[in-house]
């Protein structure tokens, strides 16, 4: 029996194999999903990060804080960083993020400024927009930082200027040229330049006998002598052209540049009594017919000198009404009108090319004659500017001395008088009717030719 019942025990015990189970531990489960969910944002970053080092942008600047060879301290706003003084050439509306300004800094006004007289514009830090707008011109935008940043593109229309404590401040200056227009108002405008230019056209008449320049091109231009009297005409064309073959000199006469402009696009000289004065360039031509209007030489040179090709500058009064360009000569202004706008550097359009030719060679610095005396130039026109420029020279020590004349005409310089004779033996001499053109022209200049 003892047999049958420990059979019995044996057969009943549970089979482990096939009804093993373990029960779950209940305080360990947590743990378990916290480890599996930080092993899940592991290779989360880690995934990340690989796309990070494969993504140069992104790694330069998740990174470039961590650097420590690149940290860069603070900015901090030194003395007159944040003051500013906006300057138009031309007026306008300004604005400084999207708030009008009322202050501006004439353009006559000259660095050191006295801030008790002229106020500048105080900045709080950040990134500001100013806009300047004004018909029909596009609208000029620029972009300051206070303080200013060395690695970033400051405005372009910003400088800086010097107070009288000496300390440096920012200057604003507007300045709009050809460019700036619509395409449409470039075109009008030009028109009208042009239109100016074409009133300034004159003529005379080259009398048998007399010599003009004339040639194929300009380079191989040479003097040839009138058998028939021949109308000749000196035209001005305006050029525009930033691709232009002509050069052009500052200080020949000619302002080709102005505060960083260059004048092929006209450069704002400055406003006065609601007109824009500006520069524009121009070339001078000319064209020779008979009696019967046979053309017999177009497009002629003025000159066989260097300057052929040359531009020279005029200044003009430009104004705008709403609806077209109006532009006039300002040499066509009266005195006291020329006075109160100020000199500028603009050769008289007949003499451009003399004063081009003397002021381009040290020949004509000095005398030819043995003594090689140093001597001085300047230049005047008649009521007919085409008859010719009157080329006045005196010892450079003794103003007050007798002058010497010259008479440039029909790009052909004369000896006028006897002392011009004595100065430059080689000058071919003026004829008795070329002397009177030159005694005409000292006539209506108060000039006394001798």
Known sequence: ???????????????????????????????????????????????????????????TILFR?????ELQPT???????????????????????GRRVTQFLSNNIHPPIDPTLYAPIRLSSGVHHIIWQAAPFDALSCTVFVPSLANTQSCPYQSSISLVSGINVWLVTFTPTLSNLPTSQQTALKKNIQTTLDTL????????????????????????????????????????????????????????????QNCLQICTFSYHNGAWLAVALYYATWTYTTESSQVVAQNQPDTTSNTVGVDHSILLEVTWNEQRWHVKD????????????????????????LTGLIRSQTTY??????????????????????????????????????????????????????????????????????????????????????
């Open 330 to 353: 300002v040499s066509t202004l009266s005195q006291t009108a020329q006075n109160v706008i100020g000199v500028l550097n603009t050769s008289i359009p007949a003499c451009a090319s």
């Open 365 to 450: 610095d000095s005398t030819s004659s043995n003594d090689h005396m140093l001597i001085q130039w300047s230049y005047d026109v008649g009521s007919d500017p085409a008859a010719g420029c009157l080329g006045v020279v005196v010892p450079s020590d003794q103003p007050q001395a007798q002058p010497a004349y010259f008479l440039y005409r029909f790009g052909i310089l004369l000896a006028a008088n006897s002392l011009a004779h004595r100065y430059f033996p080689n000058f071919p001499v003026a004829d008795a009717y070329e002397q009177r053109i030159a005694q005409s022209i000292d006539q209506q200049n108060h000039l006394v030719i001798k």
């Open 201 to 260: 056209r004159s003529s005379d008449v080259v009398q048998p006998g007399e010599q003009y320049l004339r040639g194929i091109a300009a380079s191989s231009a040479a003097p040839v002598t009138a058998t028939q009297p021949l109308r000749a005409t000196l035209s001005l064309h305006l050029d525009t052209d930033l691709d232009s073959s002509r050069n052009c000199v500052n200080g020949y006469g000619d302002t080709c540049t102005f505060n960083g």
């Open 65 to 69: 804080p961590f650097s420590g060879s």
């Open 75 to 97: 900015p901090t706003v030194i003395p007159g960083d944040n003051l500013f003084y906006i300057q138009e050439a031309l007026p306008g509306t300004v604005t400084i993020d």
């Open 1 to 59: 029996m003892e047999d049958s019942s420990s059979s019995s025990n044996i057969n009943s015990a549970p089979n482990q194999d096939e009804d093993f189970e373990v029960e779950p531990d209940e305080e360990a489960e947590p743990y378990r999903r916290k480890w599996n969910r930080i092993l899940l944002i592991s290779c989360i970053l880690l995934v990340l990060l690989v796309i990070i080092a494969i993504v140069s942008p992104l790694r």
